[in-house]
């Protein structure tokens, strides 16, 4: 796969983030209050405003590939989470969307 065609399939997987988020806290954000990051930035890929990150305490790291190297990805995530809990965001081709986050940060929100 083309650099190109690569780029656009993780921004078209973080816009779908984006767009989730905004719709199911549609009555306490605004649509500026949760961005996409531009490809090749560095840090988190969803930017929360600091409205969103009191609702949303995590930092996403988004994949779309079809062999993802998980243990990088997560290493990834964790390195671009100084504002919130880790959380990676995968999928690959027609696959479901999938979020890993850490056992205790699990527990904690099934508590």
């Not at 954000?29 to 840090?43: A, F, N, R, V």
């Not at 930017?47 to 243990?71: D, G, T, V």
């Not at 671009?80 to 940060?105: H, M």
């Amino acid at each position: 796969m083309k650099t190109r065609s690569a780029k656009n399939k993780g921004k078209r997987l973080q816009n779908s983030v984006r767009d989730i988020l905004l719709e199911t806290f549609k009555d306490q954000l605004e649509p500026d209050d949760i961005k996409s990051t531009t490809m090749g930035e560095s840090g988190e890929d969803i930017q929360l405003s600091p409205a969103a990150r009191k609702l949303i305490p995590y930092a996403f790291e988004c994949k779309n590939h079809e062999k993802l190297n998980i243990w990088s990805a997560l290493e990834q995530a964790e390195s671009n989470s100084e504002k919130g809990k880790p959380v990676l965001i995968f999928k690959r081709n027609r696959s479901k969307t999938y979020a890993v986050l850490e056992i205790n940060d699990f527990i904690d929100l099934i508590k």
